[in-house]
């Protein structure tokens, strides 16, 4: 793999990769651990995101329980991937696409509410979330 890949598992792959863990806290030693091995970036989807590069681990503020919808994983990807696309830093990529897909359920909110949000919504909102970065 390529330095400084950023990987975005869910809860089972992560576990695949890095084994089982009983704490937070162990969790996210191995993942600084594999972070470090691999040298790679990884997205530890949850609430709240984290992002972690090596031993540097930024912690997401924005999002909500809407994210938790079938797709949203695979959209996160896509937009870390068009930052990338458009010469982010692999780690600036990955934090960025972050607080934006969080912010995406927080514009969403008042319109879709939690039970109907959807993946799609992610993408409809995505220019809101831009835009709100200017403000």
Known sequence: MPSKT????????????????HSEA??????????LEYDLVVV?????????YHS???????GNQALATAGSGDVLSGIITSLLAQNYE???????????????????LP???????????????LGKAFLSLED
């Open 90 to 108: 692999p780690i600036n990529a990955a934090i960025l696409g972050v607080y934006l897909h969080g912010l995406t359920a927080a514009i969403a």
């Open 111 to 125: 319109e879709t509410g939690f039970q109907s949000f959807i993946a799609s919504d992610i993408i409809d909102y």
């Open 6 to 21: 950023i990987i975005t598992p869910h809860k089972k792959e992560l576990e695949r990769l890095i084994g089982t863990w």
């Open 44 to 52: 530890v989807k949850g609430a709240p995101t984290l992002v972690i």
């Open 26 to 35: 162990e969790k996210l030693d191995k993942v600084v651990q594999f972070s």
């Open 56 to 62: 540097e681990i930024y912690q997401n503020t924005t």
